[in-house]
């Protein structure tokens, strides 16, 4: 799986899901906090669609950290204030990076629940859609 689909599952997560994917790698392996989880601010870069040109909003506050995990780096970066969720996933990055996390399974189950209840809030939302086509001229 690859890096950016693993964070994006794990960032729509609850803290308490990162915590269990992780637990298992806290219980059989030495860990050591190199950066504890902090706040950043970050400048969020987007694209002007006319011209292609790149532009920056504003920022956003983050929480980043990173650890070892058996002398393996692990990194992560969040638009949240959770610094438990965000050490927790930079744990899981250090596994994926030694090649000791097995719960993709897991995850790609976690994946599936996150689509079926996106696919849920936008169906809500298109309901509440108004087609100014449909509505008869008063004259």
């Known amino acids: 799986m690859?890096?950016?689909?693993?964070?994006?599952?794990?960032?729509?997560a609850e803290t308490e899901k990162v915590?269990?994917?992780?637990?298992?790698?806290k219980n059989s392996c030495h860990i050591v906090i190199v950066k504890e989880p902090e706040k950043s601010l970050s400048m969020v870069k987007m694209r002007e669609p006319v011209k292609e040109s790149l532009f920056y909003i504003g920022e956003v506050i983050i929480c980043e950290a990173i650890v070892e995990v058996?002398?393996?780096?692990?990194?992560a970066v969040s638009m949240e204030d959770n610094f438990e969720k965000v050490l927790n996933m930079a744990i899981i990055d250090a596994a994926c990076n030694k090649g000791i996390f097995?719960?993709?399974?897991?995850?790609?189950?976690?994946?599936?629940?996150?689509?079926?209840?996106t696919e849920k809030e936008n169906a809500m939302f298109m309901k509440t859609k108004v087609d100014f086509?449909?509505?008869?001229?008063e004259g």
Do not use: N, P, W
């Open 2 to 12: 690859e890096k950016k689909r693993l964070f994006k599952i794990l960032s729509k």
């Open 70 to 75: 058996d002398g393996v780096k692990g990194v």
């Open 133 to 137: 086509h449909s509505m008869s001229a």
């Open 102 to 117: 097995d719960q993709y399974a897991a995850l790609e189950q976690l994946e599936k629940e996150q689509l079926c209840e």
């Open 19 to 25: 915590a269990e994917f992780a637990g298992s790698i």
